[in-house]
């Protein structure tokens, strides 16, 4: 694996890890909030906020996962890399630089990849 693949991995664990961090400390700061203010907290919001908590947790356990899988040689992790590095170009301006990096890195050609020739080559 070459080392741009290796640093493409270790982002996607690092930004799964941000996911996760950062959706519990604003379901701790909404819970908060509600606790301390005199609004009541209607239970649409409540409901919605479980969703909204649930899908980043989701997408962020899996961006972890997939970081993990890729450093294995994964394909699958590498199809949700390219997917997630896609929708991570929206997210102006560190997001772009982050998503075009690793989508380069992702998709060149790596002539030291296993999956390659060589080591065809030198089994016949």
């Given amino acids: ?3 741009h693949k ?3 991995a270790n982002i996607a664990i690092i930004i799964g890890g941000l996911g996760l961090c950062g959706t519990l400390c604003y379901c701790l700061f909404v819970g908060f909030i509600g606790i301390i203010s005199e609004v009541k907290v209607t239970e649409s ?3 919605w906020s479980v969703i909204q908590f649930i899908c980043i947790c989701s997408i962020s356990i899996a961006e972890i996962y997939a970081g993990l899988r890729y450093l294995k040689g994964s394909s699958t ?3 949700w890399l390219i997917l997630t590095n896609i929708l991570m170009l929206i997210a102006f301006p560190i ?3 982050i ?3 690793s989508l380069w890195a992702i998709l060149k050609e790596d002539p030291d990849d296993s999956r390659g020739t060589a080591e065809s080559k030198s089994k016949v």
Avoid: E
Wanted: charged share 10%; hydrophobic share 50%.
């Fill in 95 to 97: 997001g772009t630089i």
């Fill in 77 to 79: 992790a590498r199809s």
């Fill in 99 to 101: 998503g075009v990096y």
């Fill in 45 to 47: 919001f409540v409901f």
């Fill in 6 to 8: 290796n640093v493409v």
């Fill in 1 to 3: 694996m070459s080392k």
